[in-house]
């Protein structure tokens, strides 16, 4: 049984998501559709990038990601598909498969060409379900797209090396359901420039000397419950994905608020790793 699985920034109150998945479950009835995330920030390229590269890999191979997130065709957003460590991925050429192919190369990509046959101003619903549909029923890339070598990147994807890897300037990529802030600094990039040195994060007025292994490093568990006041403390880790964030921990924006409301910190700002001499 084939999956296909789906991404968008469509939300829950609109039509869009339901009848994309009527319009596949008319071509394949026994098909398996499966909600990845319908609430990426309007036409935020990065942070859907961030949500696929860290969910695609938990489904069986041969699975086929439907992306719609800045979708309409135009001279600057073509349509592609590729298949990359044996999944198969159908979106717009405008970075969000960046993410992913920065660290593995896609087998195979083509520039989707079938629109010629396709009357729609909704290509997610009309070309995209109808590509998807194509490679469930085990057709090949070819016939639906011409071969292409490259896709197009997102800015200041990777984060900044000073000459002398004293610095790193990252930047916030993705800020999660609890106000976590995620930066684009991966754990292995960290620890190369690292070199064991002692280090100080940055992000504004915000400073941190530490990153634990997980959130509740910073309890006291020693100390009796009442008089801890943990929550609300921010800290700093690498979350499951390996990426650095930013976080309060127990945050709540109706109590102690998050990382991102307390110290200000929106998408694409900067977060700087300071390495001391020893």
Not at 39 to 60: G, K, R
Not at 112 to 127: A, G, Q, R, W
Not at 240 to 267: H, N, R, W
């Amino acid at each position: 049984m084939a999956i296909i699985t789906l991404t968008t920034d469509f939300g829950e109150k609109d039509h869009f998501v339901g009848a994309i998945k009527g319009s596949i479950y008319s071509e394949l009835e026994d098909v398996k559709i499966v909600d990845i995330s319908h609430a990426i920030s309007p036409f935020n390229v990065m942070e859907a990038a961030y949500i696929i590269q860290n969910a695609y890999s938990s489904f069986p191979k041969g699975s086929i990601h439907l992306i719609g997130i800045d979708s309409e065709l135009n001279p600057e957003n073509k349509h592609i598909a590729l298949k990359l460590n044996d999944h198969y991925f159908i979106c717009a050429n405008n970075g969000i498969m960046s993410m992913i192919c920065n660290e593995i190369t896609p087998e195979k990509i083509v520039e989707i060409n079938i629109h010629d046959k396709i009357e729609t101003n909704f290509p997610v619903l009309d070309v995209f379900v109808r590509v998807a549909c194509h490679i469930a029923r085990g057709g090949t890339l070819e016939v639906v797209g011409k071969i292409i070598s490259e896709i197009k990147p997102i800015k200041n994807l990777n984060p900044f090396v000073n000459e002398d890897q004293s610095q790193i300037i990252g930047s916030v990529i993705y800020i999660d359901n609890y106000g976590n802030v995620i930066t684009n600094i991966r754990r292995k990039y960290f620890e190369q420039v690292q070199k064991g040195r002692a280090f100080e994060i940055s992000a504004r007025s915000y400073k941190f000397k530490e990153i634990h292994t997980k959130y509740s490093d910073i309890v006291n568990f020693d100390m009796p419950e009442e008089d801890r006041q943990d929550e609300g403390r921010g800290l700093v880790v690498f979350n499951s994905s390996d990426y650095l964030e930013i976080a309060i921990y127990k945050s709540d924006l109706a109590t102690v608020g998050s990382a991102s409301s307390l110290m200000g910190l929106q998408m694409r700002d900067t977060v700087t790793v300071n390495f001391l001499k020893a």
